[in-house]
Nanobody, 128 residues
């Protein structure tokens, strides 16, 4: 089991940028597939981005493609989400998630049910 703690959320004006970070402990971080999900007010939690344990594969939701970048540092057991060109519709609680299953398809890793461990989330508010 991996414990995850997100940080870096806050308030930003539309067009601004933020960098979220997720620190992992208690497990073998380097062999876990990692992802970011988000839950906007009144909506279901949705996939944002995922990165494979070898850092060779990343996928993004269409809504953030070209604006967000997921990255990881296995030596530091951290995963980051760099968000540029933020829009009011990006306002949400952002969650870090970890999956110990390493050979899933890209579509597999875009499902909430594919992740065993979750952080508590960090709030991002984008004002217009």
């Amino acid at each position: 089991q991996v414990q995850l703690v997100e940080s870096g959320g806050g308030w930003v004006q539309a067009g601004g940028s933020l960098r979220l970070s997720c620190a992992a402990s208690g497990g073998t971080f380097s062999t876990h597939t990692m992802a970011w999900f988000r839950r906007a007010p009144g909506k279901k939690r949705e996939f944002v981005a995922h990165i494979s344990w070898r850092e060779t594969i990343t996928t993004y939701a269409d809504s953030v493609k070209g604006r967000f970048t997921i990255s990881r540092d296995n030596a530091k057991s951290t995963v980051a989400l760099t968000m540029l060109g933020l829009l009011p519709e990006d306002t949400a609680v952002y969650y870090c998630a970890a999956s110990s299953f390493t050979i899933g398809s890209n579509s597999y890793y875009q499902k909430e049910s594919s992740y065993e461990d979750w952080g508590r989330g960090t709030l991002v508010t984008v004002s217009s």
